[in-house]
T-cell receptor, first 116, second 108 residues
């Protein structure tokens, strides 16, 4: 058990739907991350939060909207997605932000998203 | 351009046949190099963090080493339960750069 949980584990949605992914970390960490993992491609860092403030947004389309209400919870709100957005979405956390010294990230199990 | 490259893409070993996985990187300002194991349908599981050239870490049948340009993950006498995808990541600034992974299959 990594201490990072994600719900739902699987999600199928149409292009006009609105849904949200949830991540919760039980490790007392201060930084949280959203990644996208597609087949045969490296993990893509989408968003970085430190102490509930967004510090990185790697040119992610606005149809993905993150929310970090506190240091233990992270959401990814989805709307009007495209089929190419189908992927495994992973949440991770680290004690401090990466720039503080190469902090190890701990990952959740991911949400497998299929956009029809 | 910052980049992380892993090789081979896939590796099939007989049980007990030792081998090494490679992770080469061209990232400036390395903060740390990370190895993860990922099983199908699951998130990456942390294995090791290496911070400086010459550093080595071991865990059961796995040993990770780091030079200024690459890292190796040595697998000694692997077992079928070691079958997984092994991911390498490099931390620099606020960024994490991942490789595409090596898919390891250990045949009984």
């Amino acid at each position: 058990e990594t201490g990072v949980t994600q719900t739902p584990r699987h999600l199928v949605m149409g292009m006009t739907n609105k849904k949200s992914l949830k991540c919760e970390q039980h490790l007392g960490h201060n930084a949280m991350y959203w990644y996208k993992q597609s087949a045969k491609k490296p993990l893509e860092l989408m968003f970085v939060y430190s102490l509930e403030e967004r510090v990185e947004n790697n040119s992610v389309p606005s149809r993905f909207s993150p929310e970090c209400p506190n240091s233990s919870h992270l959401f990814l709100h989805l709307h009007t997605l495209q089929p190419e957005d189908s992927a495994l979405y992973l949440c991770a956390s680290s004690q401090e932000l990466l720039a503080g010294g190469g902090e190890t990230q701990y990952f959740g199990p991911g949400t497998r998203l299929l956009v029809l | 351009e910052d980049q992380v490259t892993q090789s081979p893409e896939a590796l099939r070993l007989q049980e007990g046949e030792s081998s090494s996985l490679n992770c080469s990187y061209t990232v400036s300002g390395l903060r740390g190099l990370f190895w993860y194991r990922q099983d199908p349908g699951k998130g990456p599981e942390f294995l090791f963090t290496l911070y400086s050239a010459g550093e080595e870490k071991e865990k059961e049948r796995l040993k990770a080493t780091l030079t200024k340009k690459e890292s190796f993950l040595h697998i000694t006498a692997p077992k079928p339960e070691d079958s997984a995808t092994y991911l390498c990541a490099v931390g620099a600034g606020n960024q994490f750069y991942f490789g595409t992974g090596t898919s390891l299959t250990v045949i009984p």
